[in-house]
């Protein structure tokens, strides 16, 4: 569950933001602090470009962005299609991974003086 929320929080508040993080820097971060082979490494940059062009597609179309249950809906997704691929192990890690982004993106918004800082775990 508290990988389902950290997912939420970086694909959910992100676009309240309109800062996502591109998912070049997600499989870049993913490569560096994950342990996985060539295989695995292919699968999850498949499952997150699949998940971000899913997003993209349904914020290009709707003219209120993504609803919580949307982002809900698409966590929970990538969440299992990851889950498929990845150890336990590796799922912590890839949590791990997610909260650095949030924290990242928090830091980033809050020099720029957007709005309120994103949430933090």
Same mark, same amino acid.
């Given at each position: 569950?508290r990988s389902l929320?950290v ?6 508040t992100?676009a309240?933001a309109?800062?996502?993080p591109?998912?070049?820097?997600i499989?870049?971060? #993913?490569? !560096?602090?994950?342990s996985?082979d $060539? ?6 940059r498949?499952?997150i470009?699949?998940?971000? &062009?899913?997003?993209?597609?349904i914020?290009?179309t709707?003219s209120?962005g993504?609803?919580?249950a ?8 990538l ?5 498929? #691929?990845? !150890?336990?192990?590796?799922?912590? $890690?890839?949590?791990k991974i997610l909260?650095?982004i949030?924290h990242?993106m928090?830091t &980033?918004?809050?020099a720029k003086?957007?709005?309120?800082p994103l949430?933090?775990n």
């Amino acid at each position: 569950m508290r990988s389902l929320l950290v997912i939420f929080f970086l694909f959910g508040t992100c676009a309240y933001a309109q800062e996502w993080p591109s998912v070049v820097e997600i499989v870049e971060k #993913v490569r !560096t602090d994950m342990s996985l082979d $060539q295989e695995q490494f292919d699968a999850v940059r498949l499952i997150i470009e699949k998940n971000m &062009a899913k997003r993209k597609q349904i914020w290009d179309t709707s003219s209120r962005g993504l609803t919580v249950a949307q982002t809900a809906e698409l966590a929970s997704e990538l969440h299992g299609e990851l889950r498929e #691929v990845l !150890t336990q192990y590796q799922m912590k $890690q890839w949590n791990k991974i997610l909260t650095v982004i949030v924290h990242d993106m928090d830091t &980033a918004s809050a020099a720029k003086g957007n709005d309120q800082p994103l949430p933090s775990n």
